[in-house]
């Protein structure tokens, strides 16, 4: 189901990111690409976590930062 242009992950997202960016008010918008990056490296990887995977999801997250600033 779509509301304003938003599906409800799109909108479910973004309440997430807000209730974060209000309880830790320095998080950046790189720090939660980078998070949700890293969720998905680690649900991927059979929940193991390595440093690596911290380092490819800020990678992720600057890849998203650069697309972002093309609009």
């Not at 998080?27 to 976590?49: P, Q």
């Amino acid at each position: 189901m779509e509301m304003h242009g938003e599906t409800r992950g799109e909108q479910m997202t973004m309440m997430a990111i807000q209730s974060i960016n209000q309880k830790i008010p320095d998080v950046e918008l790189r720090d939660l690409f980078a998070m949700f990056a890293l969720k998905g490296i680690i649900e991927v990887s059979n929940g193991y976590y390595y440093g690596a995977h911290a380092e490819t999801a800020y990678k992720y997250a600057d890849a998203m930062l650069k697309e972002r600033s093309k609009k």
